[in-house]
């Protein structure tokens, strides 16, 4: 790593293995890397399991890492973690808060072992919308309310860098959307912001960098709009009256076709008034053509292979080993 | 400091914290009350019929010590030779005399106040590991031994406090009842000095109980760590092995017991019998009894608080929170 650092946030190589007392070692990230730099919104994407808490966990100086270098905010993580603190808002996995305060209580609590002016309560309290409910208890809220008191936490500081792992869990739609508003806000204000989220419509409306990590190995990362295309295959979707005719004419001339049940998939396709016109001199008028653009969705699932198969169920670990993918979009 | 107010506002905000003073309140309203049922103030005929008691047992003690001092030496041996003075107190029936029940009652006070401490430290620490409140602070003030330390001095500040208050309390609501249905006694300047000697030595011991409970439970991260130490160590140990040791003849099983020294703690001295001290060699002038002090308890109490809270700050220093 070279010092001085410019990036907000720099993970090389990072390693963990936990071991559990019988002996067994579940190894949790294997050589993670990952570049956040100031002022984006860096989503934070892979499957259960994948080692994103356990990322932001090291990070924060909970978990001791086995090998790998680690900085935030330009200095070494964790050594300079006590310096830094005060600039880094952070939510980790739901976390837990005393049930018998009162979420004011609660906030007020932090503000003052972290030196933060009393002022910061009620205002947070009302940037995530619980200035109405914040003399309540805490053992009385939703889980909606209490991941809102959580990101009241991480805002109290006033960060530069706010770490989010799963802020919408447990969220309502309406919920999702304020996060969302909040995260632009924050972003407009210039915070550089690190979110995890299994929501990836979301990740795709709310970010503009992405990192995808499958196996505790990253699989890609870039800008958004740099990872979708990379999977981009020029695929058009195709209905037409006689699939099986037009599937035919479209092979013969040489493009990768997939019958579905009520439409085609066809590969490849540099223009697609050609695929009009071939079909119309031939009589099949085609109903529809849409250019299959891939999503955020697709691509993860693809990265990480996490699509469910046909009737087996999933399980946790049973993502893809990742290789050496080189998306052409790594910085 | 702020750190401190803020544990110390977790502290007293604990619903367990609240239950066991509670507890502990109940348990002293029923010794005190006990204690009142159980006394009366001596009736006037008592008084004399007492008076007159003192007064035989005065004119025996003289007649004792006049034989002793006829049949020569010194006087010195004597004064030791007979009994102390009899003291009015000593004839009066089914009345509470302060002087001579404090102490015991003091005893009885402060493992109430130890085990109160030992239990609240312990779910202070215990609690904020298993719900994640510990990790939500390491968030905000990633130094875990700060972090750490702030807790286990808050915790121990605020038992001494409550210890201290309750122990004036507690002994000032007896000095009433004996004032109201009882004898005070003889409240010499020894008397109390003796007695806040007694309460220091209980405080400490509150102390102590409360640095290992905070200890064993952060150590086994979770309350009931350190309710399973105290378990084992009295079942394994106090028991278990007090039978071996019995089996395999050893000479002073007391010396390996954590309940000797708290009991030399508390009374300064205590002796134990050796029974294989004596055995090859020729009686009277043999000494078969050892004596464990309060030093030596003040030593194997050091010795377990670096093991058990130092040990806690060590692997909380390094160790993967959830
Ligand atoms: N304390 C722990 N002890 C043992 N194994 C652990 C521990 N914490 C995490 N792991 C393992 O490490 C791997 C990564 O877990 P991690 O929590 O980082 O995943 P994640 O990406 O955050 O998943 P999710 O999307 O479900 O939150 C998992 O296989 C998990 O079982
Ligand atoms: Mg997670």
């Not at chain 1, 195709?238 to 035919?248: K, P, Q």
């Not at chain 2, 500040?157 to 609501?173: Q, R």
């Not at chain 2, 806040?196 to 064993?216: H, M």
């Not at chain 2, 952060?218 to 039978?243: F, K, S």
């Amino acid at each position: 790593m070279v010092w001085p650092m410019t990036a907000v946030i720099q993970i090389e190589g990072l390693r963990k293995t936990f071991r559990t007392f019988r002996g067994g070692a579940r190894v949790a990230l294997n050589g993670f890397d990952m570049t956040v730099e100031a002022g984006q919104v860096h989503g934070f994407l892979g499957p259960n399991g994948s080692g994103k808490t356990t990322t932001l966990r090291t990070l924060l100086g909970l978990v001791r890492a086995d090998d790998g270098h680690m900085s935030i905010l330009g200095q070494r993580a964790p050594e300079a973690l006590p310096a830094v603190a005060p600039r880094v808002g952070a939510i980790v996995e739901s976390p837990q808060f005393f049930g018998n305060f009162t979420g004011r209580r609660t906030l007020q609590l932090l503000a003052r072992a972290g030196g933060v002016p009393a002022e910061r309560v009620d205002a947070v309290l009302a940037q995530v919308g619980l200035r109405d409910r914040a003399g309540e208890r805490v053992k009385a809220y939703s889980l909606g309310m209490k991941q809102r008191l959580a990101v009241a936490s991480a805002l109290l500081k006033q960060p530069e860098l706010l770490i989010l792992d799963e802020p919408a869990n447990g969220l309502d739609p309406a919920g999702i959307r304020e996060m969302r508003d909040l995260m632009r806000e924050l972003s407009a204000a210039g915070i550089t912001v690190l979110v995890s989220s299994h929501i990836l419509a979301e990740i795709q409306l709310i970010c503009d960098h992405v990192t995808i990590i499958s196996r505790g190995q990253r699989v890609a990362t870039g800008p958004v709009a740099a990872v979708l295309s990379g999977f981009d295959k020029g695929e058009y979707r195709v209905r037409v009256g006689d699939l099986d005719r037009a599937a035919g004419v479209l092979t013969t001339a040489g493009l990768p076709v997939t019958r579905n049940d009520d439409h085609l998939v066809v590969a490849d396709v540099a223009d697609s008034a050609w695929i009009s016109e071939q079909l119309g001199q031939r009589g099949m008028w085609v109903t529809e053509l849409t250019p299959i653009t891939p999503d955020l969705e697709s691509v993860f699932l693809q990265l990480t292979a996490a699509a469910p198969g046909p009737s087996v169920p999933r399980q946790v670990d049973d993502v893809v080993q990742p290789g050496p993918i080189d998306l052409g979009v790594q910085p | 400091m702020n750190l401190a107010l803020a544990e110390f506002s977790r502290l007293a905000a604990r619903r367990f914290v609240l239950l066991m003073t509670m507890l502990l309140v109940a348990a002293f309203g029923v010794t005190a009350a006990t204690t009142v049922a159980g006394s009366h103030e001596p009736t006037t005929a008592e008084w004399e019929r007492a008076e007159q008691e003192v007064r035989f047992a005065e004119a025996r003690i003289e007649q004792l010590r006049q034989d002793c001092e006829r049949r020569q030496v010194s006087p010195t041996f004597c004064d030791a030779y007979v009994e102390r003075e009899p003291r009015i107190e000593d004839y009066l029936f089914g009345v509470f005399v302060f002087s001579q029940e404090i102490t015991d009652l003091v005893y009885f006070m402060i493992a109430f106040l130890a085990l109160f401490a030992f239990l609240v430290a312990a779910s202070f620490v215990g609690a904020e590991l298993t719900s994640g409140g510990m990790t939500n602070l390491l968030l905000w003030r990633p130094q875990r031994v700060t972090v750490l330390g702030t807790k286990l001095g808050t915790v121990l500040a605020a038992v001494l406090a409550l210890s201290a208050v309750a122990s004036v309390l507690y002994i000032g609501a007896f000095y009433a009842i004996a004032e109201v249905t009882g004898v005070p006694g003889d409240l010499d300047g020894e008397f109390w000095r003796d007695l806040v000697l007694s309460v220091t030595r209980g405080l400490g011991l509150v102390l102590f109980a409360a640095a290992i409970g905070f200890g064993a439970a952060t150590l086994g991260r979770h309350t009931a760590a350190a309710l399973g130490l105290i378990a084992t160590y009295a079942i394994v140990w106090e028991v278990g092995a007090r039978i071996v040791f019995e089996v395999v003849e050893l000479g002073r099983p007391d010396q390996y017991m954590l309940t000797s020294y708290i009991g030399a703690w508390m009374a300064g001295e205590v002796s134990f019998y050796d029974r294989f001290a004596c055995t090859d060699s020729f009686g009277s002038l043999c000494q078969s009894q050892y004596e464990v002090t309060w030093v030596h308890a003040g030593a194997v109490f050091a010795i377990l608080l670096a093991a058990i809270v130092g040990g806690a700050f060590a692997t909380f220093r390094h160790r993967d929170l959830a």
